[in-house]
């Protein structure tokens, strides 16, 4: 299906029905791994998990995904980090830049990173070693959508919503150019509007 929004025209390739249904069923593997990790004799706030969205377009997924993650008992520690590695257009610029640090302390802690997408992969790999760096425990990494093929350094999500084709996509959290990030489905820009 198309939509006209702004003077573009998007076709909607996942609905909110199939993203939500989806999201279950990453919750529930993430729940699965979370139950494996607890300490239950060790309440201490320093071993709870520590859910890391990457802004900003991990902030639709991110929300979803921790009310499921919390309807299956996973209550972890949030806090937000902000990388930059586009430019206003659809290039990326090749270098990853932290524009927004956590707070929470990393070391001994299970760590979960939640992104939009993982494209060449940057992204998802800055943040991944910032954290081995700081002395996480374990890094685990959820990303909404992959681009199969397109990563340029050597990373692999370990819970993955959606593949899609090596498109432009937006809505639920992507921008095209600070634009759509509101949509509750994901799209493509349509060819005729390019
Ligand atoms: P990577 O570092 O190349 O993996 O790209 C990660 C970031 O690029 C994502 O978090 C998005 O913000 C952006 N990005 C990559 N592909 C797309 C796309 O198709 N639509 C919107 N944003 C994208
Ligand atoms: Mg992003």
Known sequence: MQVAIGGKSIDILYDEQRIAARITQLAYQISGWHAERAHPAAPDPDHHLLVIPLLRG???????LLR??????????IDFMTLSSYD??????????LQRD???VVKARDILLVDDILDSGRTLHFARSL???RGARQVKTA????KPGKAVVDIRADYIGFSVPDQFVVGYGLDY???YRELPFIGVMAENTE
């Open 58 to 64: 991990s902030f639709v997924f991110a929300a979803d």
């Open 88 to 97: 206003s257009n659809t290039e990326s610029s090749g270098e990853v830049v």
């Open 102 to 104: 956590i707070r929470e």
């Open 143 to 146: 990303v909404l959508l992959e």
């Open 177 to 179: 150019a600070h634009q």
């Open 131 to 133: 954290m081995v760096e």
């Open 68 to 77: 499921e993650m919390s309807r299956l008992g996973v209550h972890p520690h």
